[in-house]
């Protein structure tokens, strides 16, 4: 499902961990703030473990994941811990976790398998955990200029699908910004409860 994304993760890992990022220190506050204090925390798509490295240092007990094993070992020199190399469909945990963090990640996957992804992300999370995911809106699928694949949805299309996955109470907020590729870009922050 992933897999078409990963060489790109593993081919620049270096320099992926290594380029200048906005640190989404509000996005952070707000899910931390409605995860309980010392609570387990699942990142997905860790990258280089900034996101992890803040929530840990809050007091959680976070489990930092990514699909490239190249990206996980740049996390890895930065937490100093073990970073588990794991897929979206091989989430296989269930009532494990009080928040899912996915900044920037589940944006690759293809949308004919998001609702599964959601769906096995739902089972992983512990009633009433908060889950939190970034995409980069748009109408149509398709490659950036890198060849990396994205799913591009719309809020309504997004909204469906978490609905259709178990989530409730999906809530969707739009704002501006950019990424790696430097391109002006519409993201959609997605929260919602088990």
């Known amino acids: 499902m992933d897999r078409p994304i990963l060489p790109f993760y593993d081919?620049?890992?270096?320099?992926?961990?290594?380029?200048?990022?906005k640190f989404p220190a509000e996005r952070l506050l707000a899910f931390a703030a409605r995860v309980a204090p010392g609570g387990t925390i699942l990142e997905l798509g860790c990258g280089a473990g900034e996101d992890s490295e803040w929530l840990m240092a809050n007091g959680f007990n976070v489990i930092p994941t990514d699909g490239s094993a190249a990206m996980a070992v740049q996390a890895e020199r930065r937490l100093g811990l073990p970073v588990r190399v794991l897929r979206f469909d091989e989430i296989a945990e269930v009532n494990a976790y009080d928040g899912v963090w996915a900044s920037a990640c589940l944006l690759h996957v293809p949308r004919a398998d998001l609702c599964g992804v959601l769906a096995r992300i739902l089972l992983a999370?512990?009633?009433?955990?908060?889950?939190?995911?970034?995409?980069?809106?748009?109408?149509?699928?398709?490659?950036d200029r890198f060849g990396r694949y994205y799913n591009r949805p719309s809020p309504e299309w997004l909204s469906s699908a978490y609905r259709d996955a178990g989530w409730r109470a999906p809530s969707i907020e739009s704002t501006t910004g950019?990424?790696?590729?430097?391109?002006?870009t519409e993201w959609l922050h997605v929260t919602a409860l088990s």
């Open 178 to 184: 950019g990424g790696y590729d430097d391109e002006p």
């Open 125 to 143: 999370m512990r009633p009433g955990g908060i889950f939190y995911a970034s995409y980069k809106a748009g109408e149509a699928e398709g490659s």
């Open 11 to 21: 081919d620049n890992a270096e320099v992926y961990a290594s380029r200048s990022r």
